[in-house]
């Protein structure tokens, strides 16, 4: 199983972090991702719960669904292909600190091919470490 957390700070409002963290066809602008397509909007429209997007990198793109749109303090998605992995869930919390935005999220997922983890664990916390960050850069530069 892979079972990871990230926390990052952001000086940038609860606000404008949820907005950008939400803004999946932005990913490609603040990601080392290639694409990034909304390919269904969700409720509320666009990018809310029922949202599928698109995100690739090299290879198959990976296609996710919201499944948690709690604006401004929770997001989350589950992957519905593009990686050798089932139950494949990133949770993001967020906590006003007075002073900007404190993000966490969390990722759990079943790799299906043998000894997965121990290769797509660190891959996988490396791509949403670089997009926690470019959500935190990118809302900062909003605000």
């Known amino acids: 199983m892979i079972d990871f957390t990230i926390k990052q700070t ?12 939400t ?35 090299v290879g198959p793109p990976m296609v ?3 499944i ?14 593009g990686l050798p992995v089932k139950d ?7 906590r006003d600190t007075g002073s900007g935005t404190e993000i966490t999220y969390r990722v759990t997922s079943h790799p299906t091919i043998p ?4 290769v797509l664990g660190p891959v ?3 791509a949403i470490g670089d997009l926690v960050k470019g959500v935190a850069k990118t809302a900062e530069r909003r605000t």
């Open 64 to 66: 996710e669904e919201v």
């Open 124 to 126: 996988l916390k490396k």
């Open 10 to 21: 952001s000086t940038a409002s609860i606000d404008a972090v949820f907005a950008t963290l």
């Open 23 to 57: 803004d999946h066809a932005a990913y490609k602008d603040m990601t080392p991702l290639r694409t990034s397509v909304l390919e269904r909007e969700g409720t509320p429209a666009p990018n809310g719960v029922g949202a599928v997007r698109k995100l690739g990198l």
């Open 68 to 81: 948690e749109y709690e604006a401004p303090t929770r997001f989350a998605y589950k992957m519905l292909k």
């Open 115 to 118: 000894g997965g983890a121990a």
């Open 88 to 94: 494949h869930v990133g949770r993001v919390d967020l």
